[in-house]
């Protein structure tokens, strides 16, 4: 991280990140605490939320890990609140969380569709609403997690791709809401990011000839290029931007 910038204004700033034990959100955890900010991070993966919060125990703010069910938003407005109890009033929130389970047309059931919007788009507002009251105190920065997949027309997952397309939606309403508040909304719009996950199921040699076919640049998307965007969309360095959409996808779009 050495040759990456640092962002004085994130130093001490209270940041909530959704989903991150793993993969993107684990990246986010762990660049954000390297800045010095004070971060929590929920996830429904308890083990690799409690060993990666211990892995950073060094930094100058040990990450809080609150295991947490999102589509249970009682559970989401608790760890809110307990976030802001131990951290102050929350500076940044990163909406990250997402499951992008491939499935078919013919194999979604209504509980299923439900089940989507209930991971990949209703806690993205709620946990808005949740920070909303102590963060208009100070202004703040959030940023809502999108995808490619829908603007590439990809299918597969129709259910994760329809509630990606309304985080935009919902990204340009809040910020037209939060604006007076000096509240910033955006949303971070990866490309096929290299997680082991996406590894482990899904990037197969067809993938990857894909991925070299649709990338401009000829390299592996990782969670540290997403993560590096977050940075400077919750730093003051991008104080003036809101509503707007950032894709980080090696030029796929």
């Not at 990140?17 to 010095?36: D, E, N, R």
Request: contains cysteine; proline residues 3%; glycine residues 8%.
């Amino acid at each position: 991280m050495s040759n990456l910038a640092i962002y004085p204004s994130l130093v001490g700033k209270s940041v909530f990140i959704t989903g991150g034990a793993t993969g993107i959100g684990a990246a986010l955890v762990s660049a954000f605490a390297a800045q010095g900010a004070k971060v929590c991070f929920v996830d429904i993966q308890q083990q690799a939320g409690e060993l990666l919060s211990e892995s950073l125990q060094d930094s100058a703010h040990k990450p809080l890990f609150i295991t947490c069910d999102l589509t249970d938003i009682t559970q989401l407005r608790q760890a809110v609140a307990t976030a802001e109890q131990v951290f102050g009033a929350v500076d940044v929130l990163l909406n990250n969380a997402a499951n992008d389970t491939r499935h078919a047309v013919e194999d979604v059931t209504p509980e299923f569709w439900d089940n989507c919007q209930a991971v990949n788009l209703k806690p993205a507002f709620f946990a808005a609403q949740a920070v909303l009251a102590k963060m208009k105190m100070a202004g703040g920065s959030i940023i809502n997690f999108g995808s490619i997949s829908w603007m590439t027309k990809q299918g597969g997952m129709p259910g994760y791709t329809t509630a990606k397309a309304a985080i935009h939606g919902l990204t340009r309403s809040l910020a037209s809401d939060f604006g007076p508040f000096n509240i910033r909304v955006n949303t971070l719009v990866p490309g096929w990011v290299m997680t082991q996950r996406q590894l482990d199921n899904w990037v197969d040699e067809d993938a990857k000839k894909l991925i070299a076919y649709n990338q401009c640049l000829d390299a592996a998307l990782m969670p540290q290029d997403i993560a590096n965007l977050a940075l400077f969309l919750a730093a003051d360095d991008s104080s003036m931007i809101t509503a707007q959409s950032f894709n980080v996808d090696a030029g796929w779009v």
